[in-house]
Each structure stands twice: as structure tokens, then as C-alpha cells.
């Protein structure tokens, strides 16, 4: 039974069903090649500023680190988490 045979014999729902499953395959298709290409642009990202925040962190310059990321959308919750771990790692230091 090929493919033409099956859509001739379906009725109306069947075909609007059909069709429906298409175009959500191709709307997943497009998200998944979205979701790639902006996962490699941020990975892009984050290798180029790393070593430069890294830097300001081994010397303990919070705000000099957190001044020098991009406004990007990636980076928009990494002060905090930055400020979270400095704020931290000083604390458990005073502690030991």
C-alpha cells in the first residue's frame, strides 16, 4: 500500500490530522535547528570571556569580572551566581 493509495482512502479528520502532524514535525525541526545554532553561539561566547572573568576572580575583583561580561542574554543571571560564589567562598573561609 503505497502512501497516494492510503491518502485517498482517508477521510477529512484523517487528513486534517495528517497535515497537522506535519507541520508540527517541521515547526520541531526548525526549534531544534534554533536551539543548536544558539547553543554554539553561546558556547562561542563563553569561550572567548572565561579566561578574562577567571582572571578577575583569582584575584578577587567581583565587580571588575561582572563589569567585564557581555550584555548578552546568557549572561544576564551570572553576576548573581558570581556574587553568590564569592560571597560564599569568603564565608566558608572565615569559617575554617
Known amino acids: ?34 536551539r543548536i545554532y544558539t547553543f554554539s553561539q553561546a558556547r562561542k ?18 565587580k571588575d569580572a561582572i563589569a567585564e561580561l557581555p550584555n548578552a542574554p546568557c549572561y544576564r543571571l551570572l553576576p548573581l551566581v558570581l556574587q553568590l560564589r564569592f560571597y560564599f567562598s569568603y564565608s566558608l573561609e572565615k569559617l575554617s
Open 45 to 62: 561566547q563563553s569561550k572567548l570571556y572565561a579566561p578574562q572573568v577567571a582572571k578577575h576572580l583569582k584575584e578577587g575583583r567581583l
Open 1 to 34: 500500500m503505497d502512501l497516494m493509495h492510503m491518502w485517498t482512502q482517508m477521510g477529512m479528520v484523517a487528513k486534517a490530522i495528517g497535515v497537522i502532524l506535519i507541520i508540527m514535525s517541521m515547526i520541531s525541526f526548525g526549534v531544534a535547528i534554533e
